[in-house]
């Protein structure tokens, strides 16, 4: 009676100031594993507390499981060793570098007249590691050993889990923390096992994590303004940043940058892009709502959640409205040579009929179709009464792959050389949305020969005139009326 397990308060206070969110798992740390348990009615009796031999610790990516165990360790629990399982290359490199940690963590409380006595012994299996870790912890009554990310042990036996987890049935005072991401039921082959969960952090305590350290808006305070001193400029950090911060959850992290890393990493990527009118003079700190309506456009393109060494056009300054009309020419696709050439054959093969064929792309009818004045032998002298739409204002019509491939080689200048592989070309333009499947018979295979294709929807007019004139290729001359 009168016997609780407890922490002192101020030291819980403190790893919660730290680590924010993560109360809960803390008080199960607390309950969990304590050395000691003290008597309420008499603080100074301290009686040997009972804790399990193992204790699992999961949760997604980026939730605080390693720092939080490591900061509850430091502050309380006087020897302990944490082994970096994704450190380790087999087995026997578990092992070894587990009594390699025990060892320097137990070597770490004696004199420095003794810390060159260091233990090298080998461990080549599992067995070998009990034997060691009884050596090593015969004379401590407690010690704490941490596997980190144990599931993810390259190449692991499949009873690894379930033996490491009764180490302590063997070793006398030892008590196992394995941290995974997603365990499996009944993973380590036993019941009555304690599990502490890290739930992956809300869009509240996302934002609330990330305000406590807000970023400055102007990295040297402006001169013009006499009023704004260094004082003002702290206070608008803290206001400004959450708001931002909620705005990048709502708009891009919620779907992709879920995880507490990913959404730091990208708060911080577009902040100098957003508050580049503030550092203009256009807004002030405080005309969020203003902002956000002006820059929305780094709320909308997804490409900002990719890293890459060529600099996003998104996260450049925007340009003066004079000088937009250019850049339509600048987003078209740069493409290899023969690349290009295969997208104008999908275009002449999705909008001319394939009965034409024979006419526009067999090298014996090009002298006949081909008239001095300009034109085709088929335009005749009467008007016709029927008035047709032109072929590129209708839909692209869906072709076979071997058809593309035969007007490819009708509209190439040279022959094409033997290193150039057509299919790895098909298959750029299939990732780059240029080119769609239509179904057919080949369905099921990408390059089946049976396959229908036709061009994607960015493949406009405008856009296949263009990709002609880089190549000098007279397209006005394939394309059927």
Known sequence: MGEQLLLPDELLLMLSEKWTCRDQQLRQLRTLVSHDRINLVQPKLHVQATTPSTVVVYGPCATGKSRVIQAYLESHVTKFAIVNCRECITGRHLFERT??????????????????????????????????????????????????????????????LPALARLGEYVSGLITIMIVQHPPPRFLHQSGVPYIHFPAYTRAQSVHILSRNPPDIFLELPTDVPDYDAEVHAEDKPWLWPRYCAAIWDSLAQNAA??????????????????????????????????????????????????????????????????????????????????????????LASFNPAKTDALYFMKSTERKRRKKGGGTARSGGRVSQKRQVPRHLLGAAAFT?????????????????????????????TSLKLLVRGGGLGAGDALEAGGKWKVGAAVSWEYVQGLARSVDFGLSDYVAE
């Not at 070597?107 to 009884?134: F, I």
């Not at 600099?311 to 020419?329: E, N, R, V």
């Not at 071997?402 to 057509?422: E, F, N």
């Open 258 to 347: 879920r995880d507490l890393v990913s959404f730091r990493a990208l708060c911080i990527k577009l902040w100098r892009p957003f508050v580049a009118p503030i550092l203009a003079g256009d807004f002030g700190t405080r005309d969020f709502s203003r902002l956000l309506v002006a820059q929305r456009r780094l709320f909308q393109d997804e490409t900002v959640l990719l890293d890459s060494i060529i600099a996003s056009p998104t996260l450049a300054p925007p340009t003066a409205p004079s000088q937009d009309k250019p850049s339509k020419s600048s987003s078209a696709h740069e493409l290899p040579y023969y690349a290009k050439y295969l997208l104008l054959a999908a275009y």
């Open 401 to 429: 792959l071997d058809r593309v491939l035969s007007v490819l080689h009708a509209i190439l200048p040279d022959d094409l050389r033997g290193t150039v592989d057509v299919y790895t070309l098909v298959a750029t333009l």
């Open 99 to 160: 009594v390699a940690a025990v060892a320097a963590s137990l070597w770490n409380d004696k004199p420095e007249a003794n810390r060159n006595d260091t233990y090298n012994e080998r461990c080549e299996n599992l067995a070998a590691l009990v034997v060691h870790l009884q050596k090593l912890l015969k004379m401590h009554e407690k010690f704490v050993l941490v596997f980190d990310g144990v599931d993810k042990q390259r190449e692991s036996a499949p009873t690894l």
